[in-house]
């Protein structure tokens, strides 16, 4: 009922979202894929101060440090050069509405419907804000959105977060970009302000607003940024130096050295190039990990990532030490096996190692290593028939988990 929109019922009426999965029994299913997670460190949980930066519509592909060099975000290609960054990163969906919950609750958009329209939406979950405030941090989501938007704000409340700051708590219309609400510039100075005015440990998420269509920027800027080929560039410019006035303002603020960044895109936006128009592509973002007193987060990892690992990496690289529920892995953890999951017209995807295979439920369609061919020129699903058969079992498991979980209510530790 939280979520009773007309928008939400429009979206739900007489439509069943998942069906329960038996592919496995029970005492198999751990074998092939399990998302409960239990670290093993014995260390001291570290109370750092959490940021997740969501940037709207950032592919991988408008970013230079990815593209030799071309690209639209000066300021995050130096970012980078100080972070850990994860350079086979994908989104785990293709809508905004789809990343809040693979991001902050390590749940991916695998049915129709996204999850926060779903009648899954109030499900009890072990979110990051949620597992983060037992911890002793307070919460706080930020969007510059006209409050209500996306069901972002009800949403967040589901999750956990404690306070949330739109464009209604912003209150100055002078920042109103005539669309969405508040341009990105003043929102990020406004978001700082706030962070400033926390007690640690806080974690916070904010995200971001005007690389969203019609892409509008203020008209002091008007003649600052160029763009290119497509009209979103200039509105990417335009975020990617918001993003470095918000770092020059937290850089002086006495909280910032003790504070992780996770820097990541919802999802993609309009490709350009070949690769980034086809399956595989169009889920290509960028994930990375930032925090100025840290000499280790430092380097490019390939590693195959998706937005769902965010949540347990943030946990493993605080040490935290109880059992919790994610449908990723700790992007920092070399002895687990690395995967990205999606799903897109009743098609199911898993990229693993080098490997990309297409499911529709039933039998698996193709194969794909992305690795020589990222054209997906080449279908493997006859030639490779014993990879298949273990992408598809773990495909499998993966679904089963999500579809029953979700059904039953079972998204967390407890609920096993």
Request: aromatic share 16%; charged share 20%; hydrophobic share 35%.
């Amino acid at each position: 009922m939280v979520l009773n929109t007309p928008f939400t019922i429009a979206k739900t009426l007489f439509k069943e979202d998942l069906l329960l999965k038996d592919y496995f029994t029970d005492k198999e299913i751990d074998s092939y894929y399990n998302p409960l997670i239990q670290t093993t460190k014995n260390k001291t949980f570290n109370q750092k101060n959490v940021v997740i930066i969501i940037l709207e519509s950032f592919s991988k592909e408008y970013i230079g440090f990815f593209n030799n060099g071309k690209g639209y975000t000066p300021f995050l290609d130096s970012l980078i050069g100080k972070s850990l960054v994860f350079d086979n990163a994908f989104a785990n969906g293709k809508k905004s509405i789809e990343a809040i919950p693979a991001i902050c609750a390590a749940i991916p958009s695998l049915m129709e419907n996204p999850y926060i329209t779903s009648e899954f939406a109030t499900n009890k979950t072990n979110s990051l804000a949620h597992l983060l405030k037992k911890e002793g941090y307070s919460t706080s989501f930020f969007h510059g959105g006209t409050n209500g938007t996306m069901g972002f704000d009800y949403y967040t409340k589901i999750i956990d977060f404690t306070s949330y700051y739109g464009r209604n708590q912003y209150n100055n219309e002078k920042d109103y970009d005539g669309n969405w609400g508040v341009f990105d510039e003043p929102f990020f100075q406004y978001f700082a302000s706030q962070l400033n005015s926390f007690k640690a440990p806080f974690f916070s998420c904010i995200f971001s607003l005007s690389s969203h269509h019609p892409y509008t920027i203020p008209e002091k800027h008007k003649n600052e940024f160029k763009g290119g080929e497509l009209e979103i560039l200039r509105s990417i410019e335009y975020a990617d130096f918001s993003l470095k006035e918000f770092f020059e303002t937290a850089s002086k603020m006495p909280w910032f050295k003790n504070t992780l960044f996770v820097l990541t895109a919802d999802h993609t936006a309009q490709p350009i190039g070949a690769f980034y128009k086809n399956k595989v592509g169009m889920y290509n973002i960028p994930i990375i990990f930032y925090s100025p007193n840290d000499s280790m987060l430092r380097g490019v990892n390939h590693t195959i990532t998706q937005q769902i690992d965010i949540l347990p990496t943030v946990l493993d690289y605080l040490n935290y030490q109880k059992t919790f529920l994610a449908f990723g892995n700790s992007a920092l953890d070399s002895t687990t096996s690395h995967f990205t999951a999606n799903y897109n017209n009743g098609i199911y995807q898993l990229i693993e190692n080098d490997f990309a295979l297409f499911f529709d439920g039933i039998n698996s369609l193709e194969l794909y290593n992305i690795k020589t061919d990222p054209l997906l020129s080449t279908n493997l699903i006859k030639t490779n028939k014993i990879l298949v058969k273990q992408m598809e079992n773990r495909l499998k498991a993966i679904i089963q988990n999500y579809n029953n979980r979700l059904i039953r209510n079972k998204l967390t530790a407890e609920s096993k």
